[in-house]
């Protein structure tokens, strides 16, 4: 065998290199510039109103025991996502923040009441569907309010701030907040005839008819779950009544079999008095009296509620796109929870914001980045060099404008081509240029100049100042510009 045989031979007996894929695990997402921005607006935004309320911010593990977070979420409890042993502790990633927020107060039982807000990524095994906002993993803000208050004025206030919150958002008008009551939702189900012991699980099928039509549901329930056909249709005829929180409470007073049902009665006495609060809060025209929400979660106790976008314009592109997203916040009263994992009881009730699917809805409204740059956006100014470079001027530069407040940067080159700063300073949305120059250092100026003008502008080439003028005639030209879009 001649030696260029024998390399061959041996060059195929190595194995070959695996090149392994970069991409994202299913349902997950990167978050980039703008992206990561507009997601940090939302929560920023938000934030101002819970703490507005008094909301205490409490920060707790992505994970906990896995025992914390067993029997608290029905059907949904196959969405755990559990982790490998380690050292002797069974750990799982927090389905949601409410359970972890329980199982503080079950551990500083010497705090009787609280609102509290919490804002970190969950973890769902669920079938992803990143168009629609439904991810694997995804961030929430949370506000509950803990303690033992006279019945509905901590709900009362909890929907009070689900108006704030997207009014601040610019989303006042496009939302709907869906609320239901499990008494009255269990009490229902009895009188119709649903057997004690299926009662949860036919809740939980009922929560599936935002994803699924009717006649679907109803299958499952008679397949699947076992009911009587003619119970389902029962259960059917009511869950379809929806309307204001007025004239769903009458039809409620005036149907006997409905409303001498002590469960029902409790939670109609509790709609009635969130009425009453909910017109005080000036929130009671945004509210809608769905009996076709059930929430799934096994904690909830009494009012539980969504907020869902009530789209105008269902033809054009924005509305189309919309429609697809599921609830945007949601949340309930849970007054048990804490009982389960330790001895003293407290009730809550509280909502979650869905910064995803918020983020979602909110980014196609906003103005498309230029150029379909990301990160267009991020700067206000760049720091830029005529002739041999000038790198340790221009590092000056941004520190002072940096310093100031301006956010501002440069080419990492030492002898950058000056057509090659204009096209990174257009990259990243900066507004001004910086420019130094030979000349203008021997001078002590520098020159500030506004991008993007027209050519017949007369600042065009932008103006001379003085070097210690620098700070303050950037603002100028910001100021000019007004806020970036």
């Not at 490998?84 to 069974?90: I, K, P």
């Not at 994803?211 to 029962?234: C, N, R, S």
């Not at 809608?288 to 869902?308: C, M, N």
């Not at 300073?425 to 910086?434: C, I, L, P, Q």
Request: net charge neutral.
């Amino acid at each position: 065998m001649t030696t260029e045989a024998r390399d061959l031979a041996s060059r195929a007996k190595k194995p070959q290199k695996s090149i392994t894929q970069a991409k994202t695990p299913k349902g997950t997402s990167d978050w980039l510039g703008a992206d990561s921005d507009l997601r940090q607006e939302i929560v920023d935004t938000v934030s101002t109103i819970l703490r507005r309320h008094g909301g205490t911010s409490l920060e707790t593990p992505m994970f906990e025991l896995t025992e914390i977070l067993q029997n608290k979420l029905g059907e949904d409890q196959k969405l755990i996502y559990d982790l490998a042993d380690q050292g002797g502790e069974m750990l799982s990633l927090r389905y949601d923040l409410s359970v972890s927020f329980a199982r503080w107060l079950a551990m500083n039982s010497n705090v009787q009441q609280i609102k509290r807000m919490s804002v970190g990524n969950v973890f769902r095994r669920d079938q992803p569907a990143i168009q629609k906002g439904r991810f694997r993993e995804f961030r929430q803000l949370d506000f509950d309010i803990a303690g033992s208050y006279d019945p509905m004025i901590a709900d009362a206030e909890v929907i009070s701030i689900l108006v704030e919150a997207f009014d601040a958002l610019g989303l006042g008008n496009d939302i709907t907040i869906r609320i239901n009551h499990r008494k009255i939702l269990d009490g229902m189900f009895r009188v119709v005839g649903v057997p004690e012991d299926k009662i949860r699980t036919i809740s939980s099928a009922v929560d599936k008819l935002d994803k699924a039509p009717w006649e679907e549901v109803k299958k499952e329930m008679v397949e699947q779950k076992g009911l009587p056909m003619d119970v389902a249709d029962k259960i059917g005829e009511l869950v379809q009544q929806k309307g204001s929180l007025s004239n769903i409470l009458q039809r409620f007073r005036i149907d006997q079999d409905l409303s001498t049902n002590q469960d029902i009665q409790k939670g109609l006495d509790d709609m009635t008095l969130l009425l009453q609060y909910t017109e005080a809060f000036q929130a009671a025209d945004k509210v809608s009296f769905d009996l076709s929400l059930a929430r799934g979660l096994d904690y909830y106790t009494g009012l539980i509620y969504e907020v869902v976008a009530t789209l105008p314009g269902q033809g054009s592109d924005r509305g189309a796109h919309e429609s697809q997203v599921g609830s945007i916040a949601a949340g309930g009263r849970y007054d048990n929870l804490v009982g389960t994992l330790g001895k003293t009881q407290i009730p809550c009730v509280g909502v979650s914001f869905g910064i995803d699917r918020i983020f979602t809805i909110l980014k196609p409204r906003r103005n498309k980045p230029a150029n379909g740059q990301l990160w267009a956006g991020e700067l206000d100014a760049f720091a830029m060099a005529f002739g041999s470079g000038f790198l340790t001027e221009r590092m000056a530069v941004a520190r002072e404008l940096r310093a100031a407040g301006i956010k501002t940067d440069y080419m990492a080159k030492v002898k950058p081509k000056l057509q090659q700063q204009f096209k990174a300073a257009e990259s990243t949305g900066a507004r001004v240029a910086v420019i130094v120059g030979e000349n203008e250092i021997a001078a002590g100026k520098i020159n500030v100049k506004i991008l993007g003008l027209s050519d017949d502008d007369p600042e065009k080439e932008g103006r001379l100042v003085l070097r210690q003028d620098m700070v303050s005639e950037v603002k100028k030209s910001l100021a000019a510009l007004g806020p970036a879009r």
